[in-house]
Nanobody
Framework: QVQLVESGGGLVQAGGSLRLSCAAS????????MGWFRQAPGKEREFVAA????????RYADSVKGRFTISRDNAKNAVYLQMNSLKPEDTAEYYC?????????????????????WGQGTQVTVSS
């Protein structure tokens, strides 16, 4: 069983920054492929960013590319999402997700159905 706990959400003005953190349980965190998703009211959950377990490769949604950065610290069992130049349309509940059985080294997953563990979410609100 893997537990994921997000933190770092809050209210910020447009153009501001936030850093989300996700703390994971489990002794094999370094083998997990990790991702961030978000869900705005009335909308479906959408992919934001992913980071692999092997070569730390990353992938981003087009809507956040150049503004958000995903990173991980295996020594701390943590994954982060640095969000800069925030826009009102970034307002959503942000979720951390883990794929504990990636198919190969350097796996990157953009579909929510590829993740088997989820955190409870942290709210990000960007005011205009």
């Amino acid at each position: 069983q893997v537990q994921l706990v997000e933190s770092g959400g809050g209210l910020v003005q447009a153009g501001g920054s936030l850093r989300l953190s996700c703390a994971a349980s489990g002794r094999t965190f370094s083998s997990y492929a990790m991702g961030w998703f978000r869900q705005a009211p009335g909308k479906e959950r959408e992919f934001v960013a992913a980071i692999s377990q092997g070569d730390y490769s990353t992938r981003y949604a087009d809507s956040v590319k150049g503004r958000f950065t995903i990173s991980r610290d295996n020594a701390k069992n943590a994954v982060y999402l640095q969000m800069n130049s925030l826009k009102p349309e970034d307002t959503a509940e942000y979720y951390c997700a883990a794929n504990t059985r990636p198919r190969y080294g350097g796996s990157l997953y953009t579909s929510q159905y590829d993740y088997d563990y989820w955190g409870q979410g942290t709210q990000v609100t960007v005011s205009s």
